[in-house]
């Protein structure tokens, strides 16, 4: 089951932190960490955007001005696929907005990070982007969806 928690409080759009977090019994992992709105933009995106961006995976692979095109998957892909990989493991996955301050999200991902991100710098940890160095490698088809998937659940096995 997958459950957004508070999504309207406060009224979105709002920007700030917001968190994935699995749930099973007693126990409680936090899978991701994010942010919203650090950067002014005419129409504002707020917590819960994101929260459903990530969810609908609506992103696959990203590119970069220093890398070759879609060589790695991009955070909303990465972020979904570990809500799904847990909501299929018999875990609550529970979304949650946390802070209104995205200024907070450093703060907010302990030192230790969270199953996704490394605690110091807050990105996606390098071993879940799948970062092939190949053009194209991860241009969207259901062929490299799969592939992404798989690796990406074994990756995460070892935290269930």
């Not at 699995?22 to 994010?34: F, H, L, R, S």
């Not at 942010?35 to 969810?55: D, M, N, Q, S, W």
């Not at 060589?71 to 907005?97: M, P």
């Amino acid at each position: 089951m997958i459950t957004f928690e508070n999504p309207n409080m406060p009224q979105q759009p709002q920007k700030g932190v917001y968190a994935w977090y699995a749930k099973k019994g007693n126990e409680v992992k936090t899978i991701y960490i994010g942010a919203a709105g650090k950067k002014h933009t005419v129409l504002p995106k707020g917590t819960l955007y994101r929260g459903i961006c990530e969810l609908q995976r609506d992103c696959f692979s990203s590119n970069s001005d220093s890398s070759p095109r879609y060589d790695r998957l991009d955070t909303n892909f990465i972020v979904g696929t570990a809500v799904l990989f847990f909501s299929q493991n018999g875990y609550e996955c529970i979304w949650k907005h946390i802070s209104d301050d995205p200024q907070r999200e450093r703060e907010l991902v302990t030192p230790k990070g969270t199953i996704l991100q490394d605690g110091n710098t807050t990105n996606i940890k390098p071993v879940f982007k799948l970062i092939k160095g190949t053009k194209d490698y991860w241009k969207l088809s259901d062929s490299r969806v799969r592939e992404a998937e798989n690796a990406i659940y074994q990756l995460l096995a070892k935290y269930i």
